[in-house]
Nanobody, 128 residues
Framework: QVQLVESGGGSVQSGGSLRLSCAASRITWSNSCMAWFRQAPGKEREGVATIDMYYSTRYSDSVKGRFTISQDKVKNTLFLQMNSLKPEDTAMYYC??????????????????????WGQGTQVTVSS
C-alpha cells in the first residue's frame, strides 16, 4: 500500500518561506501524478500544484510565481517550496498521488477525486 508522509509545516511571518516534504513509500514513478492540496478552516480542499512523471508542473493561480513543486525520484520525495507567504496561505497542506492509467496528470488536476492516495497533512500558519 502506498504511504505518503508530509513534513516541514510550521508558523512563519508574512513574506517568509517554508519547504514542505512528502516522503512516499511503496511507489513506482511510472504513470505518476503527484500533487499538493490545502484546506483552510471552513473552506473546501484546494489543489495547489501538480507534477507528472516527466516533471511537467501546473499551479493554481493563487500560488503561481510563489510556490514551486518538485520531486526527487531517487529519494522518493515530493517537495513544495513556498516563498512570499501570505496569511491566506494558512491551511493544512496535503500530499496526494495517483498512478495511471496515463503518463500525465488529469486535465482537472485540481480536483481531489483524481488522486487515490493521500497523506495526513502538515499545518502551515502565516501571520501578518
Amino acid at each position: 500500500q502506498v504511504q505518503l508522509v508530509e513534513s516541514g509545516g510550521g508558523s512563519v511571518q508574512s513574506g517568509g518561506s517554508l519547504r514542505l516534504s512528502c516522503a512516499a513509500s511503496r511507489i513506482t514513478w511510472s504513470n505518476s501524478c503527484m500533487a499538493w492540496f490545502r484546506q483552510a478552516p471552513g473552506k473546501e480542499r484546494e489543489g495547489v500544484a501538480t507534477i507528472d512523471m516527466y516533471y511537467s508542473t501546473r499551479y493554481s493561480d493563487s500560488v503561481k510565481g510563489r510556490f514551486t513543486i518538485s520531486q526527487d525520484k531517487v529519494k522518493n520525495t515530493l517537495f513544495l517550496q513556498m516563498n512570499s507567504l501570505k496569511p491566506e496561505d494558512t491551511a493544512m497542506y496535503y500530499c496526494a498521488a495517483d498512478f495511471g492509467p496515463y503518463n500525465y496528470c488529469a486535465a482537472d488536476w485540481w480536483e481531489d477525486y483524481e488522486y487515490k492516495y493521500w497523506g495526513q497533512g502538515t499545518q502551515v500558519t502565516v501571520s501578518s
